[in-house]
């Protein structure tokens, strides 16, 4: 099965500097909106059956002009929903960068909880159940490998992927997911392979269509990674 991790386009509260955390109505700002429309083009061609999507407004934007093209309607998981900051919702990044929080947040997330929220380690618990479970349901349903598309938030997303590389939540924070952008993870039997990262350019196309085989096998894979 292979997934497709878009964020949402940018929003108003992105390019305000503000947490915008689960706020209702946070919309798309006027580039949000021409990337949600160009999402369409970016992912033509590829076989998508399904989309799932976080219940924020700001997600459900970035779908509508994609689900219209397809002819899919998106189901709503609350498990993709954005991270719940708490106390810190709201306020702006600029503030929250003295807090003594702060720092948990960049160099130990796995321990980072946030007043009145949730910890990144359960958002990023949540969230890979979430991912697995619509893989198996759909592999079930189809009885065939599925190409999905999931929309989400930024922290979300590199929880998903920090997982899917086998590094430890710590290290998420190395991971990038701009507004828009696409990450591409194919799960196998022997492990889940990291297709794309950030991807934020005119096609996916090539980048799926190359992705590993169910089994996990290539014809020009060497055991141990060398080229030698």
């Known amino acids: ?48 059956k399904a989309l799932v999507r ?51 947040v960049q160099a130990q997330p796995s321990a980072a909880v946030f007043p009145g929220g949730e910890g990144l380690a359960q958002v990023q618990a949540r969230a890979v159940a979430a991912v697995r479970d619509h893989d198996r349901e759909l592999a079930e349903r189809h009885g065939a490998d599925v190409l999905w598309l999931a929309c989400t938030h930024g922290d979300v997303i590199k929880a998903v992927i920090a997982d899917a590389l086998g590094v430890h939540l710590d290290g998420f924070q190395r991971i990038t997911a701009d507004p828009a952008s696409a990450s591409v993870i194919r799960y196998t039997p022997l492990r889940p392979f990291v297709i794309h990262l950030n991807h934020t350019g005119d096609s996916l196309a090539a980048a799926v269509r190359n992705s590993p085989p169910a089994d996990g096998s290539s014809s020009d894979a060497v055991v141990g990674g060398s080229t030698t």
Request: aromatic residues 4%; charged residues 25%; hydrophobic residues 45%.
């Open 1 to 48: 099965m292979t997934v497709i991790l878009v964020r949402h386009g940018r929003s108003s509260a992105n390019t305000a500097g503000v947490l915008a955390g689960r706020s209702e109505g946070v919309a798309l700002d006027a580039l949000g909106r021409e990337q949600a429309a160009q999402l369409v083009d970016r992912l033509a061609g590829l076989p998508i």
């Open 54 to 104: 976080s219940p924020l407004l700001r997600c459900r934007s970035t779908l509508e002009p994609l689900a219209a093209a397809l002819g899919l309607d998106p189901l709503i998981d609350d498990r993709l929903v954005e991270v719940d900051y708490g106390t810190w919702t709201g306020r702006k990044m600029s503030e929250l960068t003295g807090e003594p929080l702060w720092r948990v």
